[in-house]
């Protein structure tokens, strides 16, 4: 597909996307329109070569991949690995608070948030809810308000005349998210209830538990004066969960390729569907067979994780090293860290040059400051648990983990280019 049909579908994927359980049905429901078939984890499968796959665990975490024609022992897998969750707040299990006749929801930070940017935006509330059907079941489905329920006011400059100076944020005091002002602090199962009841879950006896985010409403946009930039929250990284989907769905039927989306990357991975857990490894596992196939397939195998680059801020280029400066729209950026933060190496990475050479992609280096920490990504973790020579990839980003982030509008569309040859690499 060409960028303008690419980057709209990008733009609806993202909306569409609120929360991690969101991301993986959306992706699911894209691989089921293409003829991959579902995979239950407790059940035997029966694999055909040719055919598509894909499991679920938690809801939140996906595994998809192609059974090839060939031997897998003899040609291993091409894999992409990406995550679905990113920074956000997530709401308490006791949440409700009405003070000053305010109802307000206590919300915990999941992840590294940049927190400042959430002040003073439409919020809307996502996530999956649990509960006991009247005929005595339990059953999970997922909400989405779809508009703004909320928002977190800022306090006004009169009354904090250094706010521009230092204004700090205390995730417990300053974050309570304001939703209404009843007369007397709701029931707040009784209003997910509701919002059930309004999205068709209509056999609700009791809400019994949830796993609920705030996100912001104001959706995706191409931005800049010749439309430069998609601007959007969750760009890290359902840019990239989004960008390895395509790639998979182009990939040839008679290669073993496979996508990974994981939950639990902004907090470590260490989950039973994080990068860290055993989801992927017990996949391959079951596809390869025996032991012997699975350290086979393995040492014929290469992992490009894709996760959001740094890109050089105008205003803040001292914080790059000067080398190493990664520009949006001048395409993906592969990282580097000499402590393994990243898994990168030079074979990995003379790999993925060639490949853009070949689809004529244009391609950049990141290192962080040497005076500096460096983040991570599910590549090491996903490159030491399975002993798969392993890739970091990624696109420029701007303001990444806060509530709204920055990338460039021909970046995804050719980095999807270059992982479908990668995949189609024989």
Same mark, same amino acid.
């Given at each position: 597909m060409?960028?303008?049909q690419?980057?709209?579908?990008?733009?609806?994927?993202?909306d569409?996307?609120?929360?991690? %359980?969101? @991301?993986?049905?959306?992706?699911?429901?894209?691989?089921r329109?293409?003829?991959?078939s579902?995979?239950?984890?407790r059940?035997?499968?029966? &694999?055909?070569?040719?055919?598509?796959?894909?499991?679920?665990?938690?809801?939140?975490?996906?595994? @998809?991949?192609? +059974?090839g024609?060939?031997?897998?022992?003899?040609? !291993?897998?091409?894999m992409?690995?990406a995550?679905?969750?990113s920074?956000?707040?997530k709401?308490?299990?006791?949440?409700?608070?009405?003070?000053?006749?305010? %109802?307000?929801?206590?919300?915990d930070?999941?992840?590294?948030?940049?927190?400042?940017p959430?002040?003073?935006?439409?919020?809307?509330?996502?996530?999956?809810?649990?509960?006991?059907?009247?005929?005595?079941?339990?059953?999970?489905?997922?909400? =989405?308000?779809?508009?703004?329920?909320?928002?977190?006011?800022s306090?006004?400059?009169h009354? =904090?005349?250094e706010?521009n100076?230092s204004r700090?944020?205390?995730?417990?005091?300053?974050?309570? +998210?304001?939703?209404s002002?009843?007369?007397? *602090?709701?029931?707040?199962?009784?209003?997910?209830?509701?919002? &059930?009841?309004?999205? !068709?879950s209509?056999? +609700?006896d009791?809400?019994?538990d949830?796993? &609920?985010?705030?996100?912001?409403?104001q959706?995706? $946009?191409?931005?800049?004066?010749?439309?430069?930039?998609?601007?959007?929250?969750?760009?890290d990284n359902?840019?990239?969960?989004?960008v390895?989907?395509?790639? &998979?769905?182009?990939?040839? *039927?008679?290669?073993?390729?496979?996508?990974?989306?994981?939950?639990?990357?902004?907090?470590?991975?260490?989950?039973?569907?994080?990068?860290?857990?055993?989801?992927?490894?017990?996949?391959l596992?079951?596809?390869? !067979?025996?032991?012997t196939?699975?350290q086979?397939?393995?040492a014929?195998?290469l992992?490009?994780?894709?996760?959001?680059?740094?890109?050089?801020?105008?205003?803040f280029?001292?914080r790059?090293?000067?080398?190493h400066?990664?520009?949006?729209?001048?395409?993906?950026?592969?990282?580097i860290n000499?402590?393994?933060?990243? @898994?990168?190496?030079?074979?990995?990475s @003379?790999?993925?040059?060639?490949?853009?050479?070949?689809?004529?992609?244009? +391609?950049?280096?990141?290192?962080?400051?040497? =005076?500096?920490?460096?983040g991570?990504?599910?590549?090491p973790?996903?490159?030491?648990?399975?002993?798969?020579?392993? /890739?970091?990839i990624?696109?420029?980003?701007?303001?990444?983990?806060?509530?709204?982030?920055? $990338?460039?509008?021909?970046?995804?569309?050719?980095?999807?280019?270059? /992982?479908?040859?990668?995949?189609?690499?024989?």
């Amino acid at each position: 597909m060409d960028k303008q049909q690419f980057n709209t579908q990008l733009m609806a994927f993202l909306d569409a996307s609120p929360t991690p %359980f969101h @991301a993986a049905e959306n992706m699911a429901s894209a691989l089921r329109d293409a003829g991959f078939s579902e995979l239950n984890e407790r059940d035997d499968w029966a &694999l055909q070569p040719g055919k598509g796959y894909y499991t679920l665990r938690n809801g939140s975490s996906i595994v @998809a991949f192609r +059974v090839g024609e060939g031997d897998v022992a003899e040609s !291993g897998w091409k894999m992409v690995g990406a995550h679905t969750d990113s920074p956000c707040l997530k709401v308490k299990p006791n949440p409700v608070l009405h003070k000053k006749g305010y %109802f307000q929801l206590a919300v915990d930070v999941y992840g590294g948030a940049l927190l400042n940017p959430w002040f003073d935006r439409d919020l809307g509330l996502a996530g999956r809810v649990s509960y006991r059907t009247i005929d005595g079941h339990l059953r999970s489905a997922l909400i =989405d308000t779809q508009r703004a329920i909320g928002c977190i006011p800022s306090l006004a400059i009169h009354l =904090d005349r250094e706010a521009n100076n230092s204004r700090s944020v205390n995730p417990q005091t300053d974050l309570p +998210v304001l939703i209404s002002q009843p007369a007397q *602090a709701p029931d707040f199962k009784a209003l997910l209830k509701r919002f &059930l009841a309004e999205q !068709g879950s209509d056999d +609700v006896d009791v809400v019994l538990d949830y796993e &609920l985010s705030f996100y912001d409403v104001q959706g995706a $946009a191409l931005i800049g004066l010749d439309n430069e930039f998609i601007a959007s929250a969750r760009l890290d990284n359902l840019l990239s969960s989004f960008v390895g989907l395509q790639a &998979l769905l182009a990939a040839p *039927a008679d290669q073993h390729s496979v996508l990974v989306s994981n939950d639990h990357e902004e907090v470590g991975s260490m989950s039973s569907s994080g990068a860290q857990g055993p989801m992927l490894e017990s996949t391959l596992r079951r596809i390869a !067979g025996d032991e012997t196939r699975w350290q086979r397939a393995i040492a014929h195998s290469l992992m490009i994780s894709a996760d959001n680059a740094h890109g050089v801020h105008p205003n803040f280029s001292d914080r790059h090293d000067a080398n190493h400066g990664p520009l949006l729209n001048r395409g993906a950026v592969i990282k580097i860290n000499v402590n393994q933060r990243y @898994a990168t190496n030079s074979e990995t990475s @003379a790999m993925f040059r060639h490949l853009c050479e070949q689809c004529k992609q244009p +391609v950049q280096s990141f290192v962080v400051r040497s =005076d500096m920490a460096c983040g991570s990504t599910i590549g090491p973790i996903t490159s030491s648990t399975l002993g798969v020579a392993t /890739l970091d990839i990624g696109v420029p980003t701007f303001a990444m983990h806060s509530i709204r982030e920055l $990338a460039g509008s021909e970046d995804a569309a050719g980095l999807s280019e270059v /992982l479908a040859a990668f995949y189609a690499r024989r």
